[in-house]
């Protein structure tokens, strides 16, 4: 597959800025960095959609949240919603930082997406950002009409790291009785933190995440190398995938990623559960975010707003 001319300009552009590497920084560093390069990338937050910041009580304290939705929806509309957590190795990455990317999922889909600015390792480790999650998706479920909600028509997601905290939130609500949904929407998700794929080796430098970076994110997030076996933090290592919510698994072609968001897809489809597998081959990691820099990027959300659409709205009647 070849190398889309726009994710070459975007390697291009980071060669050119010399900027360290993740894994030269201190998270505090890296966090400033990362999101001081978000505007460029994103743009700014699409007309029509209502933003709404709050907070939700959580296991360590109150967990901020931002509810998205369409403005031309009804003030006491009951809407479908996604609950979304955003990338950024368990380590960096906001509300701000994928604050674009929701409006546009909001708006393309027609729902609610409340974004969880979930706790950040290493001031939080495993599972802090996993249990906010799971915190926000239980009281959602309970909740969700007093924040305009309709907690009968939910899903999960996020990218990335998110992606992984949206994997093993479908595989906690399967098992603890939690929400039925409707969809788990997974965009380069991390789902093996133990194994190294073919693509890490391919891809392990050079391509904007590189491998060395992602060990980094597993040292701050997962520092006990025992843990990394948990499905909590490994979902392609659950004992089971069997009965969990459809999935729309989306991966990027340069990415060191890639064969573990294959893996996934595959084992889902393996053992009953309904998954899509799409692949933008000429794409980086995490290029969903970055609508600015990339017509894939675009096209990409475009898609996981279609997909929200069917199973939230046009399945759910």
């Not at 960096?92 to 930082?97: E, R």
């Not at 909001?106 to 729902?111: K, Q, R, S, T, V």
């Not at 950040?120 to 479920?141: C, K, M, S, T």
Request: charged letters at 20%; aromatic letters at 8%.
């Amino acid at each position: 597959m070849a190398l889309d001319p726009e994710s070459q300009r975007l390697i291009d552009l980071m060669a050119a800025a010399n900027r360290p590497a993740w894994n030269m920084l201190t998270p505090a560093a890296a966090r400033e960095l990362y999101l001081s390069l978000r505007p460029a990338a994103q743009g700014p937050r699409p007309a029509g959609v209502s933003v709404v910041d709050r907070t939700i009580p959580g296991p360590a304290g109150e967990v901020p949240v931002r509810l998205y939705r369409p403005a031309a929806a009804p003030a006491d509309a009951l809407l479908p919603t996604l609950i979304y957590a955003h990338g950024g190795g368990w380590v960096f990455g906001n509300l701000d930082s994928h604050d674009v990317l929701c409006a546009q999922l909001a708006l393309e889909a027609g729902i609610g997406v409340l974004a969880i600015d979930y706790r950040l390792a290493p001031e939080a480790r495993f599972p802090g950002a996993f249990d906010d999650v799971v915190a926000v998706l239980a009281w959602v479920a309970a909740n969700g009409a007093s924040v305009g909600i309709d907690a009968d028509r939910l899903a999960v997601g996020g990218d990335s790291a998110g992606g992984n905290l949206a994997a093993a939130a479908s595989i906690w609500a399967r098992d603890q009785g939690g929400p039925r949904l409707r969809l788990q929407l997974l965009a380069y998700p991390v789902t093996d933190a133990v194994a190294r794929t073919e693509s890490y080796r391919k891809y392990e430098d050079g391509y904007g995440l590189n491998a060395a970076t992602m060990e980094w994110f597993f040292d701050h997030y997962t520092p006990d190398r025992a843990a990394r076996d948990d499905w909590r933090v490994s979902p392609l290592r659950a004992r089971s995938l069997a009965g969990l919510p459809p999935a729309l698994v989306v991966t990027a072609g340069y990415d060191p990623l890639r064969d573990e968001g294959r893996a996934y897809a595959f084992r889902l489809h393996q053992e009953g559960t309904q998954a899509d597998l799409v692949e933008f081959g000429g794409m980086l990691h995490g290029f969903l975010s970055s609508p600015m820099l990339l017509h894939g990027a675009r096209r990409g959300t475009s898609l996981c707003a279609a997909a929200l659409r069917e199973a939230l709205i046009e399945r759910a009647q």
